[in-house]
């Protein structure tokens, strides 16, 4: 079956401009999550979703960090005003059942944002 | 707080010999434990996961992982690499009680190399 997906696989920006980075998760998952891996650095955690709503959105670096989820499927990151260090690979997770710290999540191929 | 270390931040070793990837955790009890494996331009794949009982945990592709609670580790083992494993290893750790705020906490990672 379908995997989770990305949209774009990448994008160059130049500084300044926004950017709105697109995950389709797994049909029927409950949970979605967004992180952030820079080079040579772990996952860093942004946002999760149950369903359309954010329980845990503490991993969002700055107010021009925004995400939303529609239709418990498709979620969009919105990153404002980007900055040279927001350059890194945006990765997309679902999981089944919507209890994070147990269920398996599944990746998607992320989306690789460099800001000029 | 809780935290994940992976103390080796790039291994080498030769085809068909053995690995052991190590995996230290700082937490309050026995934590969900996972490993998950990010080979070249594919998404994080779950190797395995421990939540109780047997501490060896056997996981896809001939991995296995052990859980030593005095050591507090969770130690990923292969008794012979293949160069297809050549590829970036998370060792990860989610709260032992599930709240809405549980999610997972990924290490830095390890880079595996494979030497013909």
């Known amino acids: 079956g379908a995997g989770v997906s990305q949209s774009p696989s990448n994008k160059v920006t130049e500084k300044g401009k926004d950017v709105e980075l697109r995950c389709d998760p797994i049909s029927g998952h409950t949970a979605l999550y967004w992180y952030r891996q820079s080079l040579g650095q772990g996952l860093e955690f942004l946002i999760y979703f149950q369903g359309n709503s954010a329980p845990d959105k503490s991993g969002l670096p700055s107010d021009r960090f925004s995400a939303e989820r529609t239709g418990g499927s498709v979620s969009t990151l919105t990153i404002q005003r980007t900055q040279q260090e927001d350059s890194a690979v945006y990765l997309c997770?679902?999981?089944?059942?919507?209890?994070?710290?147990?269920?398996?999540?599944?990746f998607g191929p992320g989306t690789r944002l460099l800001v000029l | 707080a809780q935290s994940v270390t992976q103390p080796d931040i790039h291994i080498t070793v030769s085809e068909g010999a053995s690995l052991e990837l190590r995996c230290n955790y700082s937490?309050?009890?026995?934590?969900?434990l996972f490993w998950y494996v990010q080979s070249p331009g594919q998404g994080l794949q779950l190797l395995l996961k421990y939540f109780s009982g047997d501490t060896l945990v056997q996981g896809i592709k001939g991995f296995e992982a052990e859980f030593k609670r005095s050591q507090s580790s969770f130690n990923l083992r292969k008794p012979s690499v293949h160069w297809s494993d050549a590829a970036e290893y998370f060792c990860?750790?989610?709260?032992?009680?599930?709240?809405?705020?549980?999610?997972?906490?990924f290490g830095s990672g390890t880079r595996l190399s494979i030497r013909p």
């Open positions: 990860a750790v989610g709260a032992p009680i599930y709240s809405s705020a549980s999610k997972i906490i």
């Open positions: 997770a679902s999981s089944p059942w919507g209890q994070p710290n147990q269920e398996t999540q599944y």
């Open positions: 937490y309050g009890a026995t934590p969900y």
